[in-house]
């Protein structure tokens, strides 16, 4: 399904961004430690304050993308951001599917940025697709530290 208007875009990043929000909760829920629950609140709160700067970008209305291209989203929307983990995860698990999370947010704010046609929106979408990239090394940094380490 492609989109044709930033609104409609937005309308979908923040969608994934606040079930990013509850995925990271949940995982919150299942992790063991105080230090894992710990890290999970801090990208809880990353998470919030994407959604919350995409809100702030949408309510300044809407603005076409590209004059030619719909921005097709189809592989983001097959692996939804609203994937719940399942019970019993180990932390292993945990930063695994933290990991693969970030991989997918990453990819779909990089094809964003690609697609916008607008400096400002290229820009917005490209520090998004950064601040993912480091979520997502800072969680196979930590499954090197805490999970390779043991094995």
Partial sequence: MGYATFGEVLEFAVGREEAAVAFYEEL????AFAAQKSTLAEFIAMEKGHAAMLR????RGTVNLSASTAVDLG????????????AGMTFQDIL??????????FELYDRLAREAGDPGIR?????????????????????EREVARDN
């Fill in 75 to 86: 592989a983001a929307r097959r692996v939804e951001a609203t994937d719940r983990p399942p």
């Fill in 123 to 143: 820009e917005t979408f490209e520090r998004l697709a950064g601040e993912e990239s480091r979520h997502r090394a800072y969680f196979q940094d930590l499954y």
């Fill in 28 to 31: 919150s829920g299942i992790a």
């Fill in 96 to 105: 695994t599917a933290a990991a693969s999370k970030e991989t997918r947010s």
């Fill in 56 to 59: 702030s970008m949408r309510s």
